[in-house]
C-alpha cells in the first residue's frame, strides 16, 4: 500500500477505485482526482497496457489533467478518468460495456464519462443503457447542444488564435494572418474553415496528404508536406493532431511568434513551455484553448440531468470566454516571467483549491 502513495503520479487524488468483472472480463481503473468544483468528469480510455502499473499512471494522469481543464473551462466539475484495460487482442464485448455501466452507475453520480481513445459513440450508447452518467451523448434535437465535441473545440481553438494574434502581433483582425496548421481532421479542419472565412492564409499538413491538399483546394490554402509543416515560416503554428511534438527538436523547429492549438498534451516536458518562452514564442496552454468540447459535452450532460433543455448559443456563449482566460494567463506570463503552461497549472490549482 505504501507504494501507491508514493506513486509520483500520485497527486492526493480523492478515489482510485479497480474495478473487475469476472464474467465479462472486464478489467478497469477508475480516479477521481478533485471532486471541489464537482463530480469528477472525464472520459474512458480503451487501451491494451503492457504493464497494469500503466494504466495506473494513466488513471493518475489523465484525472489530474481533467481537474485543470474542468477548472479553466470553467464548469462545475471536478477531475475523473477512466481506463479499461484492454487484453493483447483488444477485444471490447458488449457484456464488458455493461459491466462498466453499471460500475460507473455504483459510484452514484461521483463520475461522469465520456468517450476517449479506443471508445467510440456507439460504446457510450451503450454504457448509457446502464447509467445516466455519460456524457457527449449524440444530440437528440437540432439546435441543442450535444454529438460530436469536434466543431466546438475548434471554435474555441479559432477564438484562442485570434486573441494569442492580438497579444502577441497588436493585429485584431484575422486576414492575412499566417496560419500553419497540423492535421486537418474534425479539429484542425474546423479550424482552418474559420480563419479562412476570416481572411487568415492558411498552409495545412495532414498525414492522408490527399485530406490537406482538398482542404486547402477547397478553402484557398496551400498545402505542405506533414514533415516539414514544423518549419514553415509563419505567424501561428497550430498543431491539432499529435502530443508530445514540442519537445527539444520541436520547440527549436518551431518558426512561428505563436504556438496555439488543440492537440492534447503537447509539450513533451513541463521544460519545454519554458524553452517555447525562452524563444519568445507566445504559447496557448493546450487544455484551455481545447476545452470547447468539453464545455459542450459536460452542459449538454448537466442539461439532461436537470431536465432543463442547453441551448446551442449557451455553449457557445461558455466557450467564448476561452479567448479572456489565455489573455489573463498571458498578462501573468507577461508579468511575472513564469511560462503560461505553468501560469495556467497554478490558476487551476487555485480554482480546485489546492
Ligand atoms: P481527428 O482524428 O479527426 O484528426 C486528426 C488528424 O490528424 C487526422 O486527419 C490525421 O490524419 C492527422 N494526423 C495524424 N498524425 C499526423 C501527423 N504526424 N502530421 C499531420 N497530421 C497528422 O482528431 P481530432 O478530433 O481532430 O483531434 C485532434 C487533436 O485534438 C487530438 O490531439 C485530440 O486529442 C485533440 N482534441 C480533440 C478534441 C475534440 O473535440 N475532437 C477536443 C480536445 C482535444
Redesign the pocket.
Known sequence: MAAFWAEPDFDEHELVQLVHDRASGLTAIIAIHSSHLGPGAGGTRFWHYAEPHLAMRDALRLSRGMSYKNAMAGLPVGGGKAVILAGPDREKTPEMLAAFGDAIDAMGGRYITAED?GMTEADMVAIAKRTPHVSGLPSQDAGMAGG???????RGIAMGIKAAVAHKLGRDSMEGVHVAI?????????VARILAAEGARLTL????EA??SAMAAELGGTSVA??T?MDVACDVFS?????A?LDDEGVARINAPIVA?????QLARTEHGAKLAERGILYAP?YVI?????I?VTLEYLARRSGTPCDVSEVHAKIDEIPRRLEAIWQEADATGISPDRVADAMAQRIIGR
Open positions: 481513445v460530436d465535441p469536434g466543431p466546438f473545440t475548434a497540423q492535421g486537418t481532421g474534425s479539429v484542425g479542419g474546423g499538413a495532414d498525414i492522408d485530406r490537406a506533414p514533415t509543416v498543431p491539432n493532431a499529435l502530443g511534438i492549438g488543440g492537440a492534447n498534451n493546450d481545447n476545452g470547447g468540447g468539453i459542450a
